[in-house]
């Protein structure tokens, strides 16, 4: 058969589309040599060639089979097209007999977005009589979507879109195919409906692999990875769905972390990453926000709770392997960002027999976050920032979970790269005009530098040393009393210079406190 090279096509200016289509002709117009689903060299045949093929470029052509439709309609020919799953209870989607590929899965659930049931209501997928499922992740992440949560998205082989899940990764077998539902949450699932396609063959390709997911979650530990996949035998890997919450504050240090990817027993991986994000084809912890693309996205990016939901699909760059594949991913820069949640769907086709799954967590779903700590009535330092001006350094928020201690709302303005005699300008809203006790939240730390606090030009209080050995809040630190006009109020923080040990001139504010001064 004739082949391309790529500089022999056209150009393709706009739309993914367009550049989709070629990327898909030119995979059919070259293939690896044939192997068959135990492992052993086979020949590749045009009907086998065609099984594989469900571009738009081969619609013109003949393809055989049949389409064996499976659904939850009214097997009286009435309208109650669905079926009801209680707690406890499973629901057999499809058990068909003979060979063929599972070509589209559609399905929708009432009630409607009910995290209970999305993250405890479980797909289990079996092939060719085999005894462990090659499939067993709840219903939502199976779908793409972590967290029990429904969000309209769309990729290519997976999206949620007004309503409806849906899936098109191709699922060949050669004997049969079995799929089911269990819900294990404890409320009925009232109406479940679904439609399922299967294109009929003669037989299975000597090159088709078996579709495997599998879900997986862990608790971040310092010094040690995540794993997301440990697989055996021979086959390539196709894509992540990654779901990860802080059980403290709303970091999102943990997208330092790397994949590493071990390919057929390697001690070392070939496969290293340069961040998480970067992994999943983003970048500058997704700061432009939520988007899906055809092979990558990020759907969920929840910054007060620290929560990110991201997918990537190696369709166009799979991963090959002969023998193995460990899949691992760092969290922090150096696997420094403890006690985060990870859950995971890892995507990939193999031969049989696979490895046995893990036993699915008891606990499925998501986590409630430990409370915010917050300082009633504090003026965060971090809302200090519009407006604020330095004459020296620069300006930003810092997240605090990281160290021990507690900071209100677990953050602060952070001055870098001051100099002794610097000043920092800001505005202190007052409720009233009046007296008032001024008490000011700051922090300490190795390379802190020693400032002043001024009200309305003038010095109040004593001098605030930054040094200490560690990272740690200072507490309240009163300044006495001032006199404030309602609205706003020129505030300076000036750095004075730091101790011997010091070894900067950082300033950290946690926020002030003003409270009515009695006469």
């Known amino acids: 058969m004739k082949t391309f090279s790529l500089g022999s096509l056209p150009k393709i200016r706009t739309g993914w589309l367009p550049a989709l289509l070629v990327s898909a002709s030119l995979a059919t117009c070259e293939r690896l040599p044939a192997q068959n689903l135990r492992g052993t060299p086979g020949r590749s045949t045009l009907g086998a060639t065609s099984l594989g093929s469900s571009t738009l470029g081969q619609l013109g052509f003949w393809r055989g089979g049949r389409v064996a439709h499976y659904s939850s309609r009214d097997m009286r020919g009435g309208n109650a097209d669905l079926r009801r799953i209680e707690p406890g209870a499973k629901l057999t989607l499809v058990d068909h007999r003979g060979a063929g590929i599972l070509r589209r899965w559609w399905t929708t659930i009432a009630p409607r977005n009910n995290r209970a049931i999305q993250r405890q209501l479980i797909v289990r997928c079996w092939w060719d009589d085999e ?47 079995r799929i089911e539902v269990e819900n294990r ?45 440990e697989a055996t035998g021979r086959g390539h890997y196709v894509g992540t769905l990654l779901s990860m919450q802080p059980y403290r504050g709303r970091s999102l240090g943990y997208l330092e972390g790397d994949e590493r990817i071990f390919i057929d027993g390697e001690r070392e991986p070939s496969i290293i990453g340069t961040g998480t994000e970067d992994y999943f084809n983003s970048g500058w912890y997704y700061d432009t926000g939520v988007y899906s693309a055809p092979y990558h996205g990020i759907t969920i990016k929840d910054e007060a709770n620290g929560r990110v939901n991201t997918y990537r699909w190696h369709i166009e760059d799979v991963i090959p392997f002969t023998r193995s594949l460990r ?72 997240d605090m979970t990281p160290f021990s201690g507690s900071w209100s709302e677990l953050g602060q303005l952070w001055w870098q790269q001051g100099t002794a005699g610097a000043r920092l300008q800001l505005s202190l809203p007052a409720p009233a005009t009046g007296e008032y006790n001024l008490t000011g939240y700051f922090t300490r730390a190795p390379d802190y530098g020693d400032f002043r606090v001024l009200v309305n030009g003038q010095p109040v209080g004593n001098v605030v040393k930054g040094y200490a050995a560690g990272v740690e809040p200072t507490g309240p630190v009163s300044f006495g009393r001032v006199r404030l006009q309602a609205g706003a109020n020129p505030i300076a923080v000036e750095i004075t210079g730091k101790q011997p040990l010091s070894q900067g001139h950082l300033v950290g504010i946690d926020g002030f406190l003003l409270t009515p001064a009695t006469p």
Request: charged share 20%; glycine share 8%; with cysteine.
């Open 327 to 398: 899949f691992d991913i760092e969290h922090g820069g150096v696997n420094d960002a403890p006690d985060v949640d990870y859950t995971s769907v890892a995507f990939w086709y193999q031969t049989h027999p696979h490895a046995k799954f893990p036993p699915l967590p008891s606990d499925l779903m998501p986590i409630v976050p430990a409370p915010v700590p917050k300082i009633a009535g504090m003026i965060e330092g971090e809302a200090l920032h519009t407006g604020a001006r330095a004459t020296a350094g620069e300006l930003s928020f810092q």
């Open 185 to 229: 949450s404890k409320e009925p699932v009232v109406s479940f409906y679904y439609n399922i396609d299967i294109e009929t063959q003669p037989a299975m390709p000597s090159e088709g692999l078996y579709f495997h997911a599998q879900f997986r979650r862990a608790r971040t530990v310092r010094n040690q990875p995540v794993t997301l996949l």
């Open 131 to 177: 005894t462990e499922p090659s499939v067993e992740v709840p219903i939502s992440d199976f779908f793409g979507m972590g967290f029990g949560e429904w969000r309209d998205y769309q990729s290519l082989p997976l999206n949620m879109t007004s309503g409806g899940y849906n899936c098109y990764w191709p699922m060949p077998f050669g004997r049969r195919a």
